[in-house]
């Protein structure tokens, strides 16, 4: 019965170890039917992978080191492969195999756990597999008990458990066991998830993606991320097609936390093909934008906690560095580093709404879904578009500021769309302006985006000079300058002058409205200007146009995988061709020449050649010269990659080598023999229809499309001109010149009146604005129009002549009556009142300069000047000069007395300036270079121009001390100075002071030995004039004692141990066995003796000699080598 219960309780307990083991048996085979998931093709056509290869589903064992799964696919309707995947901690051990109908055997090298790679089919497979030497894989998903979770790992102590939710599953090693029961941020799995999935539905949302949505590219698909540990990774971390790795052992750091690395590695799905921009690479810049707008959503305001700012010295310094790329060094943005690009698109993402970026993602998706598309956007120009579309805000200017690459099409659509231009506040605002406002809008930086409208409550306004900086001013004369912000026109301005100055305009961001020409074609070289609440000195470049993009070809050049490396454009109206080199590797299969262009002129010879190897070329900007009759030839290895366009027909043929002649018109293919004026003429009518069918263009009357309609149309020749321009007329605006003088004339004219009457003047009507009216007016043509208008302004001119009299008239009495009122009994001869001073005659003075009669002008000057000299006579004038040194910027001082203005005498030579007031003047000398030698002289006038003072201005040399450095030992320390005004000397040893020590003729010394005792004080030597006023201090240095000391052999029994020393040795010992004794003799030729007869000193004896400073330090020992 014993015998039975013990056999009954091993039993028990060796089943009960299978069960805590968890151990997973060679049993038979089983079966395991795959989800699937629809095909997200609209994602893949964009670029966007999103962990698409991620999602994997596994079989719920971990194979043990030598363990093996033997699987097979048995679904008769499945016709492809399933990837099976052995993932451990190492991509060097892991193994990845693709399955079909015939069994396949997989040994794990490591403990690996075995995953089959999840299908987008239609048809789910079917799996037949068998394992061995495995283990049951520790499991967890959201919501599920963790408890439960880790009994089991605890049991079997795996080499890994999976871990995951709807969003996400993670490869977890077991050394990360104890920190996934105990994490520092979550309290439990369950809120670790949360995370991830607030962190994939942010990225879902910014991405514009749903399982509902309103479009079918908009459509999420329900995959998994895959993350996990990889020792042999790359960098930090990384994004992969197949998973998402932290690189090292463990995920505890990047996948248990809410860290900046799984925010960014997982955004790396959320890219797009966009980013494939040449002329701006957002790599490893566009996923953070995701990753900071989800800080943004976390942290808040609390801006030094994001990674945008935080692993800088301070917020500030990314504004600080923004302030120096973009004000300073004006460096284009495409050369910016990672955090500033994301600081600027977070500038306009921030401005325009995260609905805007959504509405990006949203809108390059279905346009990447569009039949034959070809993804040649400008990333900034699809920013610019469809964040106006969301948020009516033109992004354009801050674009231009930073110098983004934008297209020549995108620029005009911005600029005559009804988006509301936006600008940094500190391009704007200055100092307390700047505070007030990004205090009020709760800016995150003083350079956030702000538009006009946000401004408008605080009435800033400013002056603005603008320059018309054009080589023919008529041009433009009588023509109007509109400033605009998006469909609203704030100021129309008629051009008078080529410089003008605009009074109190808004402080805002604006768009130019301006003509492009009369008989001639301008281009402007700014599109928008900022009104700042400071000094606003404009300059508008205005070039005359050469070509337009109707003249323009462009040829493109791909490579392996179709991607660009080289695009040329060919404008035979400018005679200009130029090649754009933007990769330098175009094709790695090629080590030798993969494409060529040349330029050979109508004689054969070469202007131009470029040969780009396939392997590795030169990157750069290439241009040549053409003309009509040269001929360009193309060679490109793999020609179906070659493009020119422009033209309806083919203008490539089947051959490697393809030659272009240069017409007037375009190019001609000499093989497929298109017509290059047919290709003009229809880009011309494209670019017609194009204007026509775009509203924002069509209706503006100085749209610049429109200018190079013109142009192009006047390029061709008759009775092609004719026709286009009967055609196209409606879209122009006839201007004559003798209209335009006409209308502005008259618009002018009108304004110097009260109203449309022309009866009154007004009472701010000046000379000045009379007089340009009239330049109008003497230049047109129509004689009625002209005498129409020259009587109106003949009666503005009689008008102003007749108030300006009146005015000159009261002038003249006020100053008359100021003058006598100096005087007693109001006698201009006779003498002035006590009461009379220096500020009532200037008053007078002021009222006499403004008096217009030249003779009573000079009259009454001539009165004012009597009473100064009675003023000077009664209070001379008088100055001190405060002490000049040489490199003084200015001479300075203080005087007394009714001086009125200064100059001064530098070796004979007169030089007027300075300024002087309340007492105190300054005379800048900095560009005169004075020296010691230099005779000066400041001279004082009165109010009648006359000197009535003048000072000799020493020019003392500029304070030069010298203190010997000081040496532990020395009695003195010591110093020269070239200042005679020094008469006394102190110093300060570590905050003692002490007064006393010699000066004479720049030499000083004081006695420091008792006082400076060792190389580590601080002693500072102080210079003072007679009145104990401080001139100078300066910090003494103390020299590092230096000594060397040296033995000769010491003879057992002899009287002296002896040697030499140098340096600062002032004290000897010698230690015998230890024992030191203090003693000895220095000569002043560098020997020393030290007595030992005394010592029975031993061969056997360890002997050594110290050298030691005045204070008893050591410097130097040596021991001795003793003798029989």
Partial sequence: MILKQLVVACAIALGLLIANTHEVEASEFKSKDLYTLE???????????KGIGHDKQDFGVLLRPGGTIEVRQTNANFKELVTIELLNDDDKTEKAVKVGSDWVSIKADVASVPFAVTTYTTIKPTLEYNVTNATELPTFKAGENDSSFFRTWDGNQSDFALISNNYIQILVPIKDKKYLMNMEKFANMDELFEYYDTVFETYNELAGISFTPSRPTDKNVGNKYFAKANKSGPAAAYYGGSNAATSGASISEYWLNPHWGNLH?????????????????????????????????????????????????????????????????????????????LYALTMMTDKAGLEAFSHFNQEYRQLANEPNFVNTNLLLDMLSKYYAEASDFNMAPFIDLVQGSSSPRQEIQSLYGTAKNVYPAAGLLSESNLERVKNALNLESKWSLVDNSQLEKYHFSSDATITFDIDDFSQLQGQVLRLKDG?????????????????????????????????????IDKYYIPITDETNVINLKMSELKSTEVGTQKMTFKGLGDIIFATATVNPESGTFSLDVTRGSPHSYFDSSYAIVEIFDAAGHIKFRRDMNGL???????????????????????????????????????????????????????????????DYKDRLVKFADAIIEDNRVNQ?????????????????????????????????????????????????????????????????????????????????????????????????QKQLAAKKEVEEKTRQAAAE???????????????????????????????????????????????????????????????????????????????????????????????????????????????????????????????????????????????KITIADYKIGDNYLTATYNDPEITKIGIVVDGTKYWGGDVKDGNAKFFAADKIKSANADVTMNFYDASNNLIASKKVTIATASAEISTANYTVGATNITGTFAGDIRKLAVSI??????????????????????????????????????????????????VE
Avoid: C
């Fill in 700 to 796: 503006q009357e100085n749209a610049i499309p429109k200018a190079y309609l013109e142009m192009a149309i006047n390029y061709l020749d008759e009775p092609d001109k004719k026709l286009y321009k009967d055609k196209y007329g409606d879209l122009f605006v006839v201007k004559s010149k003798d209209t335009i003088l006409y209308n502005s004339a008259l618009a002018l004219l009108e304004s110097l009146f009260n109203d449309s009457s022309k009866d009154t003047l007004k009472t701010t009507t000046t000379q000045a604005e009379i007089d340009v009216v009239q330049g109008f007016v003497n230049q047109i043509v129509d004689v009625a129009k002209k005498a129409e208008l020259q009587k109106d302004l003949d009666e503005a």
């Fill in 39 to 49: 095909d997200p093709t609209w994602f893949r056509n964009e670029g966007f992978t």
């Fill in 265 to 341: 590695e997982i955004a790396h799905g959320y890219q797009g093909s966009f980013m494939n921009d040449i002329t701006f690479s957002t790599v490893e810049v566009w996923n953070n934008i995701y990753a900071n707008a989800f800080e943004q959503k976390v942290a808040g305001n609390n801006y030094a906690e994001r990674w945008l700012y935080k692993y800088q010295p301070s917020p500030t310094n990314v504004e600080n560095t923004f302030q120096t790329k973009v004000y300073e060094d004006k460096i284009p943005l495409s050369s910016w580093d990672v955090v500033m690009k």
């Fill in 1073 to 1122: 066995n230890g024992t030191k004794y203090y003693g000895g003799s220095l000569t002043t030729n560098g020997t020393y003796k030290f007595y030992a007869l005394d010592k029975k000193i031993k061969a056997t004896d360890t002997v050594i000699v110290y050298g030691y400073d005045a204070n008893n330090g050591l410097l130097s020992e040596k021991t001795v080598t003793i």
């Fill in 487 to 523: 469909g609203n026109t704030l100021q129309e301005i008629i051009i008078t002058q080529p410089t003008m100055v605009l009074k109190n305009i808004p402080v805002g961001i604006y768009s130019i409205d301006i003509p492009y020409g009369l008989d001639k074609i301008y281009k």
């Fill in 817 to 959: 009556a100021a003058l006598k009122a100096l005087f007693y009994g109001n006698d201009v001869n006779g003498t002035i009142k006590d009461t009379t001073n220096q500020v009532a005659i200037e008053n007078v003075q002021g009222l006499i300069d403004v008096v217009t009669d030249p003779a009573l002008k000079v009259a009454l000057q001539a009165q004012v000047d009597k009473a100064q000299a009675q003023i000077n006579t009664r209070n001379p004038i008088n100055g001190t000069v405060a002490k000049y040194t040489v490199g003084d910027l200015n001479i300075t001082g203080t005087y007394s007395g009714p001086a009125t203005a200064l100059s001064v005498d530098i070796n004979g030579k007169r030089y007027y300036g300075g300024t002087i007031a309340d007492g105190r003047f300054k005379y800048y000398v900095g560009d005169k270079n004075l020296k010691p030698s230099d005779v000066v002289t400041l001279n004082f006038y009165d109010a009648n121009k006359q000197i009535q003072k003048s000072i000799i201005v020493t020019v003392f040399e500029a304070l």
């Fill in 616 to 678: 590795t070329t030169q990157i750069g900007h290439f241009d040549a010269e053409i003309e009509i009759g040269d001929l360009i030839r193309v060679t490109h290895q793999e020609i179906s990659r070659f493009s020119v366009s422009g033209s309806t027909t083919s203008l490539v043929g089947n051959q490697r080598i393809q030659n272009y002649e240069v017409t007037k018109y375009g190019l001609e293919n000499t093989s497929t023999n298109n017509s290059a004026l047919s």
